[in-house]
């Protein structure tokens, strides 16, 4: 806020003294590295989190999280909201009190999701975006949030039938600048983050560079790398960078080198957490500003044949969709008909049970471990995942195999 003087004018000496503090304290802003971490210089452990059936936020681990995002409001008449706010604002209100619990949670929104439309019509117009970014101000405010998560999938392409076109492109980063100079009026700081896929085709459509100037971090979705639709069975949640070379002469090599000759992948590889990273390192992105993602929930496929224990197989089709973690620890990983592998260069556990011939992909607690310490080493902001309700409530958690990683 600018500072008002009163009574006339400040002798020279004093306002040129007053201009050069300010001076200085501006070129000290410009030279701290954008960073999620703060000073501690950690990676932030952020949970994605969709109130449980029998949702008792007291329970929630909050004391192992570094931020939490509450998800989903949707734009709905081209505003940010709740679609049932009546049942869905308590229960941020309770989160939000659950900063009593850790003073420095950072308690979040998350608007959107797969499948969420709305976006691009939003996004459309300066007028359209103002309606937008003054919803989401007062929701903030009403709220008392620490920030907002844009996860909008995805400009310029087409999720789940969504609205895209090829105006989402400069209309995004418009968005987000917008976004950013509102949560900037805030008297405290206020976070933006954005969800970014974890393949390179996502980031032909948006003005990455760009975009990067307004948000704190992007949280890349580097899951689903091998989609709920697939036939074809592989890891879905990989870290380790895998090539083509690698996997020559399974079904999977064959499927892979198919879309990309007809241009559907920009490349032939296996997409991983590793890969991306690289890539956006590339492009210019602090390495500070990139968050990955782990999947507390895993990819099961039926009809799978035991050439190398399931792994890079045509399937008979999805078995389930999606598993949540505590499922595959209650059901899976104490039956015996299940033997769990680890692929080092994926750096990725999977498991198969030849009775039933069921290839399961996810990630453990080892692999979320290595993901962490990925993200240590490698600089990043550190590691986000989907969703914290999918976790075990037992000891030995996915979550505590993170937050132990994270503190080495």
């Known amino acids: ?147 907002m998560d844009m996860d909008w999938e995805y400009p310029g392409i087409s999720g789940a039938g969504t609205k895209a076109r090829e105006a989402d492109t400069q209309n995004f980063t418009a968005l987000m600048k917008g976004l950013r100079e509102m949560l900037d009026s805030f008297d405290t700081p206020k976070l933006l983050t954005f969800a970014s896929a974890g393949w390179k085709r996502y980031y032909e459509h948006i003005e990455l560079n760009q975009v990067m100037k307004y948000a704190d971090c992007t949280n890349v979705m580097t899951y689903d790398q091998v989609s709920g639709v697939s036939e074809y069975t592989g890891h879905h949640t990989p870290l380790g960078d895998v090539s083509s070379r690698d996997i020559e002469g399974t079904p999977f090599h064959a499927y892979l080198d198919s879309l990309y000759q007809k241009g559907s992948n920009l490349d032939p590889h296996p997409r991983s957490a590793e890969k991306i990273v690289d890539f956006l390192i590339e492009e210019g992105v602090d390495p500070g500003q990139i968050v990955i993602g782990s999947a507390f929930y895993g990819r099961v496929w039926k009809g799978v044949p035991p050439e190398n224990n399931g792994l890079y197989q045509l399937s008979g089709g999805i078995h389930i969709g999606w598993m949540a973690y505590q499922q595959i620890r209650e059901k899976y990983e104490p039956d015996s008909s299940f033997q769990r592998y680890w692929d080092e260069m994926a750096k990725a556990p999977y498991m198969y049970n030849a009775t039933d011939s069921l290839m399961v992909s996810y990630d453990d607690t080892v692999s979320v471990s290595a993901k962490t310490k990925y993200a240590r080493e490698k600089g990043l902001g550190g590691i986000m995942f989907w969703e914290l309700g999918n976790d075990t409530k037992e000891e030995g958690s996915l979550l505590d195999a993170i937050f132990k990683a994270a503190q080495e």
């Not at 006339?8 to 300010?22: Q, V």
């Not at 909201?81 to 949670?105: I, T, Y």
């Open 1 to 147: 806020m600018p500072l008002k003087l009163k009574n006339t004018i400040l002798p020279k000496f004093w306002l040129l003294l007053f201009l050069y503090a300010c001076s200085s304290q501006s070129n000290k802003e410009v030279e701290i590295s954008p960073s999620i971490t703060g000073e501690s210089g950690k990676p932030v452990i952020m949970a994605y989190y969709v109130p449980e059936r029998d949702y008792k936020p007291e329970e929630i681990p909050v004391e192992k999280l570094t931020h939490i995002i509450y998800s989903f409001t949707h734009v709905i008449e081209g505003e940010m909201k709740f679609r049932n706010p009546e049942e869905a604002g308590p229960k941020l209100q309770a989160l939000v009190k659950q900063k009593e619990r850790n003073p420095e949670l950072k308690v979040m929104i998350a608007c959107g999701g797969w499948g969420a439309d709305g976006f691009s019509d939003m996004a459309l117009t300066e007028e359209s975006r103002a309606k937008f970014i003054q919803s989401a101000s007062e929701f903030i405010e009403s709220y008392e949030l620490d920030g």
